[in-house]
């Protein structure tokens, strides 16, 4: 049974005195950040958490500071943590004990320029000793699998880069396979050409081959007519849900069912069902949210976002998604990836450092919520 459309959130309209567009994601909306970003990563020691318990949003700790445009963020099943720096190109490690991030890997080739650089992990469901990321290199956006002192192998390449709209979220689903978010590259005309994997998800097999019962065969595609998806997150059903940023009204979150058409460019937001496109389950006017990662913690989708500064909280029902609901407002800054580890506690990762936010002493960080 399909889920029926919510109620939306506040929809508020950007007003464009340009013609650029005025998403959070594109690099003209924001001045650069003051100087004096916090530099030395320290971290405090966490709160017990309890798997299936729900996340304590008033329980925050840091388990993380002076960390450079932390992006990907993705677990191995003890509960080590791996982040991923945008602009540095390094992977940092952080015990299931704690203590300070320990940088563990350097991802060669990654050329971190405008919204490129190093962006989503993943940790083998097989191996916990496999890595995946998806970077940014000289000539394309790509996906490679290492082990920590290995040269990497590339599993995945020829995706379309830019300055931005370079998606970059990874992670594997419930059926073992690689599910990947891209971006238009700022060509929206590449998002509805099936032929193009720009403006997608695709789902592969963990060599990068098209996975078996893709809507196409032999195709990676999974779905299509999207802007720049960087959310990616299953429900206990297993349905797949997805983040993406608009253009200058509404950002979306969007049930991801295979072969369906969410509707960029011809469509912002809701009013493309009638012409063969899925819409939204939710929208947020742009200055609220610029949805960046997700995440589901039992019956509860998290939601962080940039431009909003705030983790939006959205119910699960059936066959519904309730009426979403902001926390942290203001508290943290730009919030870009938030995740749920082995023990339930819910991270958050904090965008400041990126050009676009007003940077404070210790960003970015990581914070972590244990889960009662």
């Known amino acids: 049974m399909r889920l029926r459309r ?17 998403g959070a994601d594109d690099p003209d909306d924001f001045p650069p950040p003051p100087s004096g970003v916090a ?4 971290a405090t020691s966490a709160a017990p958490s309890s798997p299936g318990g729900t996340p304590d949003l008033d329980t925050p700790a840091e388990v993380g500071t002076g960390l450079d ?29 704690g203590g300070a991030p320990e940088p563990v890997y350097q991802v060669p080739g990654v050329v971190a320029r405008g ?26 956006n790509r996906i490679v699998r290492f082990r920590l002192g290995e040269q990497p192998q590339v599993v995945f390449q020829g995706l379309a880069k830019a300055g931005n709209h370079n998606g970059g979220r990874i992670a594997f689903g ?23 994997p720009s403006g997608k998800i695709l789902r592969l097999t963990p060599d990068g081959r098209p996975a ?17 998806v960087q959310g990616l997150a299953w429900d206990a059903r297993g349905r797949l849900f997805a983040a993406e940023f608009g ?28 012409r063969g496109y899925a819409d939204p389950l939710v929208t947020w006017g742009t200055d609220e949210a610029s949805p960046s990662g997700i995440a589901i913690a ?13 983790l939006w909280t959205v119910p699960l029902g059936q066959d519904a998604l309730g009426t979403p609901r902001s926390a942290l407002d203001g508290r943290y800054g730009r919030l870009r990836t938030v995740t749920v580890a082995p023990d339930g506690a819910l991270w958050v990762t904090t965008s400041n450092t990126d050009g676009r936010g007003d940077t404070r002493d210790g960003d970015d960080r990581i914070v972590r919520f244990p889960a009662r």
Request: with cysteine; proline share 11%.
């Open 115 to 140: 919204e490129g650089g190093l962006l989503g992990l993943a940790v083998s469901p097989t191996d916990p000793e496999l890595l995946y990321a998806y970077f940014t290199a000289e000539s394309d």
């Open 69 to 97: 445009v932390p992006w990907g963020l993705a677990f191995r099943p003890d509960g080590t943590a791996f982040v991923a720096e945008r602009d540095t190109g390094r992977i940092l490690r952080i015990a299931p004990s």
């Open 247 to 274: 253009q200058n009204r509404l950002d979306e979150i969007n049930l991801i069912e295979p072969g369906r058409d969410y509707g960029w460019p011809a469509v912002e937001g809701t009013g493309g069902a009638g």
């Open 298 to 310: 039992g019956n509860t989708l998290y939601v962080a976002a940039l431009r909003g500064e705030r």
């Open 6 to 22: 919510p109620a939306r959130a506040l929809i508020a309209a950007c007003v464009v005195t340009t013609a650029v567009a005025c």
């Open 212 to 228: 078996p019962g893709n809507p196409e065969p032999g195709s990676p595609v999974y779905s299509r007519g999207h802007r720049n």
């Open 39 to 42: 530099t030395g990563p320290v």
């Open 174 to 196: 419930p059926d073992g396979l690689l599910y990947v978010g891209t971006g238009d590259a700022g060509e929206p005309r590449r998002a509805p050409d099936p032929a193009d």
